[in-house]
Structures are given as structure tokens and as C-alpha cells.
């Protein structure tokens, strides 16, 4: 019997749809810093083309991502008011990347939560420019195209937005050096050991807890290393009581899983340079943890 022809269709637009989802979501991802959000705008993007006139589409992979990063500039300007009622710092939701460690980029750029971090600071059509640019390589053209601009303008975009975050952000360590300062910092932080947090921190540290207003989570940044050590050494003698710490690969580099009674509570990362770890980062709300658990 044959297949009707919509059927048939709408089975070519789904697999042309699934072959370019990957990137897809992490455009949508490192645009938004949110997987639920991500999700949600991929989904999205998806009930759009299924009711598109894609006849009229010469380059489904063109459009479709035309669309996600058009969207993802709409989400974002959102996602930025509605964070304002946001209690405590904000961080960007980890993303498990041990099974597609670069979230379907042909480089990994723009994924570590240091990277997403400064991200935050430029303006949508910056971060949509050098998302486009850093971490999928776009051409200039085509990044214009997308953004309904200039070629030119779009060459200031990603030459602003690379000396922002370059200006701001230290040469990371190799991921094995990040992954033993991690070791080295639980074990310091575990045993409240003051001194050795002191050894192993910038001097700049800054210790950033989102939480969303939880329990016994800190609603300010921390900085100093001094400030930092002593913090971690006070919260030592309960925090850790009946923690089980595990690993996993978020964002392209090592973090700790905790875990209270068998569940996920909490996803802590460090990220570091030369002179040390500089942040921490722990993210405790268990609306922004579902990907890692």
C-alpha cells in the first residue's frame, strides 16, 4: 500500500529536522545557558517547520538554524528580566557533556561555565555572533544573514565580544590539572582545612552559589581567597555531613556530583588558571541539576 504523500513529507522533514538537532540545541544553549530553555526553543523550532511552507526552503539546515539563533535572541532578552527576580546568584545550568562532549559544535568553544559566564555580559546580538562564530564557524555572510545585518557590523559583533571575554577571562589549566585542583579542593574543603584552600585558591577567588533563595545557600559571591577559605572551612563541620561525592564530565570538564541519601543534591565546578583556582561554583537548585542527575 502506498504511503500518502503528507506522511512522506513529514517523515523527510523529521529526519532532516534530527540530522541538524544537535546543533541546534547547542546553539540554543549556549545562547540561553539553560537546558530546559534550550529544550524547550528546539521544540520549538521544530512545531515551526513541520507547519512551514518547506517547499519555499532551499537549505533546511540554513533556515533551521536561522531560526533557533532568532528565537534564542527573543528567549534571552526574556530569560534576562525574569532573572531579575531571581533570588541569589544566577548561574548557567550544567549540561552533561560525557556523551557529545562539544553539544553538536564542530569546536567546543563557548560551553565551560567560564566562558557562559562572561557570555552573560554581552548583549544577544554579541553572544549570537560569536556563538555562531566561536563555536560553530559560521561564515561572516552567513552570520549577517542570520542576524539580518552586515557583514562589517557583524565582524565588530565577534571582534567585541572576543576581547570582553578574552579581556576578562584567564588561560584555563589542562583539563587534567582542573580535574586534581577539584581533588585537591574537596579534600581541603572537606576536612576544613584553611590553610590548604588558601594554597590552592587566585587571590581573586570568587565562590558563587546558586540556589535560588534554598536553605542554607549562600546569596551573595564570596571573594578572596582569604574570605573564600575561611567561608568553606566554617560551613565544613555540617555541610559535608553524609555527602557522597561523585564524577561527571559538564560543560567539557570535570565536576563533582553530591549526592544526600542517594540523591542528587548539588553540581560543583572549579575553574582555574595559573595562578590558581579562581572560581567555585556550586549549583544546588534542583530545578537546574535534572540534566546531570
Request: a negative charge; charged letters at 25%; zero cysteines.
Given at each position: 500500500?502506498?504511503?500518502?504523500?503528507?506522511?512522506?513529507?513529514?517523515?523527510?522533514?523529521?529526519?532532516?529536522?534530527?540530522?541538524?538537532?544537535?546543533?541546534?540545541?547547542?546553539?540554543?544553549?549556549?545562547?540561553?545557558?539553560?537546558?530546559?530553555?534550550?529544550?524547550?526553543?528546539?521544540?520549538?523550532?521544530?512545531?515551526?517547520?513541520?507547519?512551514?511552507?518547506?517547499?519555499?526552503?532551499?537549505?533546511?539546515?540554513?533556515?533551521?538554524?536561522?531560526?533557533?539563533?532568532?528565537?534564542?535572541i527573543n528567549a534571552l532578552t526574556s530569560a534576562r528580566a525574569r532573572?531579575?527576580?531571581?533570588?541569589?546568584?544566577?548561574?548557567?545550568?550544567?549540561?552533561?557533556?560525557?556523551?557529545?562532549?562539544?553539544?553538536?559544535?564542530?569546536?567546543?568553544?563557548?560551553?565551560?561555565?567560564?566562558?557562559?559566564?562572561?557570555?552573560?555580559?554581552?548583549?544577544?546580538?554579541?553572544?549570537?555572533?560569536?556563538?555562531?562564530?566561536?563555536?560553530?564557524?559560521?561564515?561572516?555572510?552567513?552570520?549577517?544573514?542570520?542576524?539580518?545585518?552586515?557583514?562589517?557590523?557583524?565582524?565588530?559583533?565577534?571582534?567585541?565580544?572576543?576581547?570582553?571575554?578574552?579581556?576578562?577571562?584567564?588561560?584555563?589549566?589542562s583539563p587534567a590539572a582542573q580535574r586534581e585542583l577539584l581533588a585537591?579542593?574537596?579534600?581541603?574543603?572537606?576536612?576544613?582545612?584553611?590553610?590548604?584552600?588558601?594554597?590552592?585558591?587566585?587571590?581573586?577567588?570568587?565562590?558563587?552559589?546558586?540556589?535560588?533563595?534554598?536553605?542554607?545557600?549562600?546569596?551573595?559571591?564570596?571573594?578572596?581567597?582569604?574570605?573564600?577559605?575561611?567561608?568553606?572551612?566554617?560551613?565544613?563541620?555540617?555541610?559535608?555531613?553524609?555527602?557522597?561525592?561523585?564524577?561527571?564530565?559538564?560543560?567539557?570538564?570535570?565536576?563533582?556530583?553530591?549526592?544526600?541519601?542517594?540523591?542528587?543534591?548539588?553540581?560543583?565546578?572549579?575553574?582555574?588558571?595559573?595562578?590558581?583556582?579562581?572560581?567555585?561554583?556550586?549549583?544546588?537548585?534542583?530545578?537546574?541539576?535534572?540534566?546531570?542527575?
Open positions: 500500500m502506498d504511503v500518502p504523500s503528507d506522511a512522506t513529507d513529514l517523515e523527510s522533514a523529521a529526519q532532516v529536522f534530527a540530522d541538524v538537532r544537535p546543533r541546534l540545541f547547542g546553539i540554543a544553549y549556549r545562547m540561553l545557558g539553560s537546558v530546559a530553555e534550550a529544550e524547550d526553543l528546539v521544540q520549538d523550532v521544530w512545531l515551526r517547520w513541520q507547519l512551514y511552507d518547506r517547499s519555499a526552503v532551499r537549505n533546511p539546515a540554513a533556515f533551521l538554524a536561522t531560526t533557533t539563533t532568532r528565537l534564542a532573572r531579575e527576580t531571581y533570588v541569589g546568584p544566577w548561574l548557567p545550568e550544567p549540561v552533561d557533556t560525557s556523551a557529545d562532549p562539544y553539544l553538536g559544535a564542530e569546536r567546543g568553544e563557548a560551553l565551560e561555565f567560564a566562558a557562559l559566564l562572561l557570555m552573560e555580559k554581552l548583549s544577544p546580538a554579541e553572544r549570537a555572533a560569536f556563538v555562531l562564530r566561536e563555536a560553530f564557524d559560521y561564515p561572516y555572510a552567513q552570520i549577517a544573514e542570520i542576524l539580518q545585518s552586515s557583514e562589517p557590523a557583524v565582524r565588530q559583533l565577534v571582534s567585541r565580544a572576543r576581547k570582553h571575554v578574552a579581556g576578562e577571562r584567564r588561560t584555563p589549566v585537591a579542593f574537596l579534600d581541603a574543603a572537606r576536612s576544613g582545612d584553611l590553610a590548604g584552600l588558601e594554597r590552592l585558591f587566585a587571590p581573586e577567588v570568587a565562590s558563587v552559589s546558586d540556589g535560588n533563595g534554598g536553605y542554607r545557600v549562600a546569596r551573595t559571591v564570596i571573594v578572596g581567597a582569604t574570605r573564600v577559605a575561611k567561608f568553606l572551612t566554617a560551613i565544613s563541620g555540617w555541610f559535608w555531613d553524609d555527602v557522597e561525592v561523585g564524577w561527571a564530565q559538564t560543560n567539557g570538564q570535570t565536576s563533582a556530583v553530591l549526592r544526600r541519601d542517594g540523591r542528587v543534591y548539588g553540581v560543583l565546578a572549579i575553574s582555574a588558571s595559573a595562578d590558581g583556582v579562581d572560581q567555585v561554583l556550586w549549583m544546588v537548585n534542583p530545578e537546574k541539576i535534572t540534566a546531570v542527575t
